[in-house]
């Protein structure tokens, strides 16, 4: 009879499965700023109230929020090639869907789940700040633009730095997903080793040693930053 539990297979499965790690980061770094990019301009867009633009960068986050992450890299992943078979057929091209990285698949996924999240923690935090400095900006001859970059952007990024931060912890661990799509990152690693023995439990206990380390990491690391960034305030309210 084995043994039930084998620590010395933990330890020594541990170098391989970290790995995978650098696929793992890069996913969720890559995602995370993109997702910025697109939480801007959706909270910009919903801010302003842009017609029409507003109504559907709204149905997007109510989407997102709503459907589960799993279905939605689903749906990237069986989507995007549909929809390039389709533009080839339309414009006559030949373009290769099957040479499309999955990589490619599992960031664009991640990007819109995370876009949609942070949009909601730009929007609120760009409510939070007082429209009396918008004024005052007007009244010193600023242009919208200016105001924004100046003045209103700055303040509402350090409020929304604390559930920013929490969103990337969140992607980091949403990226053991993509092992679903044949990608190989902690998730999948840790999944091949285990099979091998099969010493599931002793696997797993490693993986989410890992995945602990490195979100304790980055909220630190974020952690720091927050401070950092509300220094000025501090020094102004003393």
Request: glycine fraction near 6%.
């Given at each position: ?7 010395v297979?933990m330890l ?12 793992t ?9 993109i997702?910025l990019?697109?939480a ?5 867009a ?14 997007y ?5 709503g459907?589960?992450?799993l ?12 929809i390039?078979?389709?533009l080839n057929?339309?414009?006559?091209t030949?373009?290769?869907v099957n040479?499309?990285?999955r ?10 789940n ?6 909601e923690?730009?929007?609120?935090a ?10 005052a900006?007007?009244s010193v ?13 700055p ?6 730095l ?16 993509v ?13 091949i080793?285990?099979a ?12 989410s040693?890992?995945y602990?380390v ?20 501090r020094?102004?309210?003393?």
């Amino acid at each position: 009879m084995g043994k039930i539990f084998d620590p010395v297979f933990m330890l020594e499965s541990t170098p391989e499965i970290l790995t995978a790690l650098p696929v793992t980061l890069f996913l969720a770094l890559t995602a995370g700023a993109i997702g910025l990019v697109i939480a801007f301009a959706v909270a910009l867009a919903r801010y302003f109230n842009v017609r029409f633009l507003s109504g559907l960068c709204k149905l997007y986050v109510s989407y997102i929020r709503g459907t589960p992450a799993l279905v939605q890299i689903m749906l990237v992943y069986f989507g995007i090639p549909l929809i390039l078979r389709a533009l080839n057929e339309y414009f006559g091209t030949n373009f290769n869907v099957n040479g499309v990285p999955r990589m490619v698949f599992a960031i664009v996924a991640l990007s819109f789940n995370a876009g949609a999240y942070m949009s909601e923690t730009l929007r609120s935090a760009l409510l939070a700040v007082d429209v009396g400095q918008l004024e005052a900006a007007y009244s010193v001859n600023m242009t919208m633009k200016q105001a924004m970059i100046r003045i209103i952007a700055p303040q509402a990024f350090t409020i929304a730095l604390p559930p920013l931060a929490n969103t990337l912890v969140s992607l980091i661990k949403e990226t053991s997903l993509v092992f679903t799509i044949s990608i190989v990152d902690l998730m999948a690693r840790a999944r091949i080793v285990g099979a091998r023995g099969y010493r599931f439990f002793e696997i797993y206990v490693v993986v989410s040693v890992i995945y602990w380390v490195i979100c304790t990491g980055v909220g630190r690391l974020l952690g720091m930053a927050e401070k950092r960034a509300r220094k000025y305030e501090r020094s102004i309210s003393t």
